[in-house]
């Protein structure tokens, strides 16, 4: 058993790399945000605009700030802000960078807001290419109070009835390194849809968003949309909230034996497929932390999982004869 266990941990050690993005080392004192408002980006003239650009980079992946000072004074024009404030019930712009969650998930302390009138995104360094297996997402504060009760720009969702059948969208979109679009994954923030007012919903607590559907992606998007729409656009305030983005490993899992096994189909949502030479051993399924979340022992050449319970993700199957074993991927969708 030992050298099952010691090739699990192989197979695992091809996913070390793949860390969290959970904006933690981002510098910020207590109960504040940065926006790039210090000018502390790289200087460049647009016109009449004064442009400073910073970019940050966590575990590989490229977060840009673009900071505009102009005839109406100073904005943020493009990308992320990063916040540590935990207060859930600021109303209006002062609310903008406030998580309405009340903090960052898990108990963290940082996250990053976007505001994304037009649509926002951020990429894999260097160009490259990788896999993603979840986001948290939530409201801002300022959105969700102007969805729960109005306010200068934007309606009440439901209306005075309640009926009103309100929606808040967030659309998420990957690209790859041709900036082909090869996939999209959609969350409601907030959905007033349902015949029982009492199902109508604006997301507070953070939502774990599955990404793994996308494939290996250079660049994520994230566009909004909303049923309240004036003259000029989308009523809604423009703001989502992120945090914990998780990424699946772009690198294939070794082969740590000569054992040869396939599953299928892969991605799936309810049954899976291995189709080994073994005969007589044990088929393990862990999630990308290591934990056991399925077992079962072979008594065939073809063992059918049933996976329809697993929550949606990236996972290892470990097959075992007993004296070795191996490891392959699939995609629960």
């Known amino acids: 058993m030992k050298k099952i266990y010691l090739s699990l941990a192989i197979a695992m050690a091809n996913f070390s790399y793949a860390q ?22 790289t200087m460049s003239i647009s016109g009449t605009d004064t442009i400073y650009d910073t970019t940050f980079v966590f ?58 009138s037009t649509p926002q995104s951020f990429s894999v360094a260097n160009g490259s290419e990788k896999e993603f297996a979840s986001v948290q997402i939530t409201n801002s504060s300022y959105a969700a109070h102007s969805m729960l009760l109005g306010d200068s720009y934007a309606k009440k969702f439901g209306g005075t009835t309640g009926d009103d ?26 959905d007033y849809r349902f015949s029982d007012n009492s199902q109508d919903y604006i997301v507070k607590d953070w939502q774990s968003v599955d990404l793994s559907t996308l494939g290996a992606v250079n660049r994520i998007e994230f566009r909004l949309s909303s049923s309240d729409v004036g003259n000029w656009g989308m009523n809604t305030p423009a703001y989502v909230v992120i945090d914990e983005l998780t990424p699946a490993s772009s690198a294939s899992i070794s082969e740590v034996s000569s054992m040869n096994f396939e599953v299928y189909p892969n991605p799936t949502s309810d049954v899976l497929t291995v189709s080994s030479e073994v005969e007589n051993g044990t088929i393990m399924v862990h999630d990308l932390i290591g934990k056991v979340v399925l077992s079962q022992n072979i008594n065939s050449n073809l063992n059918v999982l049933n996976v329809s319970e697993l929550p949606k993700g990236v996972y290892l199957v470990t097959v075992s004869n007993g004296t070795e074993s191996t490891t392959k991927r699939f995609i629960k969708k």
């Open 59 to 116: 575990n590989d992946v490229a977060f840009e700030n673009q900071w505009t000072i102009g005839q109406w004074g100073g904005y943020l024009s493009k990308g992320w802000v990063f916040s540590n404030k935990t207060s859930d019930t600021v109303i209006g712009l002062a609310g903008a960078y406030n998580s309405y969650a009340g903090g960052g998930a898990n108990n963290t302390s940082n996250y990053a807001i976007t505001f994304a």
């Open 165 to 190: 059948p309100d929606w808040f969208l967030l659309t998420i979109v990957g690209y790859n390194a041709n900036n082909d679009s090869i996939g999209v994954v959609n969350l409601y923030l907030a």
């Open 20 to 41: 969290t993005v959970d904006f933690e080392s981002f510098n910020l004192q207590p109960e504040t945000f940065w926006d790039g408002s210090d000018l502390s980006g």
